[in-house]
């Protein structure tokens, strides 16, 4: 049997994290049983579903790294075999219409709460013969009897009866159909062995399941994963922080990281908490996923996010990190080569906007100090020194940070002073503030040119 999964989302707003990870267990199931990993857009309901989410879908599974070998297929796309498959129920008598007004339906609602009884439609059109004229939606006609039983790969054995189970509404009025069918012709129609998906959808199971196998389908294998929650215990939302995997991006967290840190909200492989790519799908295993709830915790991903930042190929690394420059509008290319910026940055950051605002004075001019800094290292009594740094940095034909550091270290000795009383001076000259990597390696970074105008305008200021 060729393994199929599907991560399917409704496209009424951006990919968020739980929708993400659902994306990664699917496609690292897939991966690891050498099958096929499909994207489906469940774009039926046509009022919330909008084009930039769609596009924000797209663009969070690409920037994830999580490649799809079919799709993205479009609900919206499917409509007539919708149609095609409810005119088959409704012939076969396993659909009805249901010409009940939204009126009296809400009253029956009413009068069922009231009574504290269980609100569902008490399937009053369900046997009806004659057609009436007037508006109606079609309803599945659910078993009466019986129980509906399948075994989750997460949760076990999971047993619902038929008589709690309502006659879903398959098509709307406008003759659209609903999310519940829609997905059972998919998956059928698209040969899904597999189902990963929130344990939010757990009560549609039973329905779906009744449904595909009234269009003689085999149901396929069920994985419902838990809840991501906040610090807090409380379900995960915007008031934790992002949510949206796209801001993760925005406030400068590596893919890598993301992926390496969502995998590890409800799924465990010993101990191990850092995985590459390989060993994810090496180890993941529907059975490891835990039944509980996962806690998200920020503070964890941040040091996920540097541990990557510190680890992986600079050169990949950088690559992401242009995209903190482009936004802030830095031209790259006037300046070191950006893969030697991480490995000098990445002890001293968390995110890679951090990254990229503590590394600006590489590739634009210093046009001002920090006022503190200036007075403390800016002064006519280091005026000497920087006349001197400059002078011996003139004549060094080697601009490499060995030699530079060499430099440095003679200076303070020739001067009988500490060497950070000639490091500093020169950093608040030629980066704008007291905090940079190691001199030599700063200097060398941002060039001998640039070096020497900028020790040329901290000489005029001290002056």
């Not at 013969?129 to 076990?156: L, M, Q, S």
């Not at 062995?193 to 329905?207: E, K, S, Y």
């Not at 503070?299 to 990949?316: A, F």
Request: with cysteine; proline share 4%; aromatic share 8%.
């Amino acid at each position: 049997m060729s393994i199929r999964t599907r991560f399917a989302p409704s496209p009424t707003g951006y990919l968020h994290v739980g929708g993400a990870r659902t994306a990664l267990f699917c496609w690292l199931y897939a991966k690891q049983q050498q099958g096929k990993f499909i994207l489906r857009i469940e774009d039926t309901d046509l009022e919330r579903s909008t084009a930039e989410s769609i596009q924000a879908i797209l663009d969070g599974m690409a920037w994830l790294g999580l490649e799809y070998d079919e799709g993205p297929i479009f609900q919206t796309d499917r409509f007539d075999r919708y149609q095609e498959v409810i005119q088959k129920l409704l012939q076969e008598g396993k659909a009805y219409k249901c010409y009940c007004s939204k009126e009296r339906l809400e009253d029956l609602r009413q009068c069922q709460i009231d009574n504290k009884e269980k609100p569902m439609y008490d399937r009053r059109c369900r046997e009806l013969i004659e057609t009436k004229d007037c508006p109606y939606v079609i309803r599945f006609k659910n078993p009466d009897e019986g129980v509906v039983r399948f075994t989750d790969a997460v949760c076990g054995t999971i047993e619902f009866k038929n008589s709690e189970l309502d006659d879903l509404v398959i098509a709307r009025g406008d003759g659209t159909p609903t999310y519940n069918f829609t997905v059972v012709v998919d998956d059928l129609d698209m040969g899904m062995t597999h189902v990963i998906r929130g344990a939010d959808h757990l009560n549609n199971t039973p329905r779906q399941i009744n449904i595909m196998q009234a269009l003689g389908g085999t149901p396929p294998i069920y994985a419902h994963v838990p809840m991501i929650l906040g610090d807090d215990g409380k379900r995960l939302s915007k008031r934790h922080g992002a949510v949206s995997v796209l801001q993760y991006q925005s406030d400068g967290y590596l893919p890598q990281a993301l992926l390496n840190y969502i995998v590890r909200l409800g799924w465990s492989y010993g101990d191990q908490e850092i995985f590459t790519q390989e060993e994810m799908i090496k180890y993941f295993d529907l059975t490891h996923i835990s039944h509980s709830p996962a806690a998200f915790n920020t503070e964890k991903l941040l040091w996920l996010n540097q541990h990557y930042m510190k680890t992986m190929d600079s050169n990949i690394v950088a690559k992401h990190l242009k995209w903190h420059f482009d936004r802030l509008g830095i031209d790259i290319t006037v300046g070191p080569d950006l893969a030697d910026v991480v490995k000098c940055q990445a002890e001293r950051c968390k995110t890679l906007v951090e990254m990229a605002e503590k590394s600006k004075y590489f590739f634009v001019e210093v046009t001002e100090y920090e006022e503190k800094a200036a007075r403390k290292n800016l002064k006519p009594e280091t005026l000497k020194i920087l006349q001197l740094v400059r002078e011996k940095l003139t004549q060094l034909s080697d601009w490499q940070a060995e030699p530079i550091h060499q430099i440095i270290i003679n200076i303070a000795e020739s001067l009988k002073i500490k060497l950070g009383k000639v490091a500093q001076p020169i950093r608040v000259a030629v980066t704008g503030g007291t905090i940079s990597p190691p001199i030599d390696i700063t200097l060398q970074l941002i060039g001998k040119g640039r070096v020497y105008q900028r020790l040329d305008a901290a000489i005029k200021y001290c002056k």
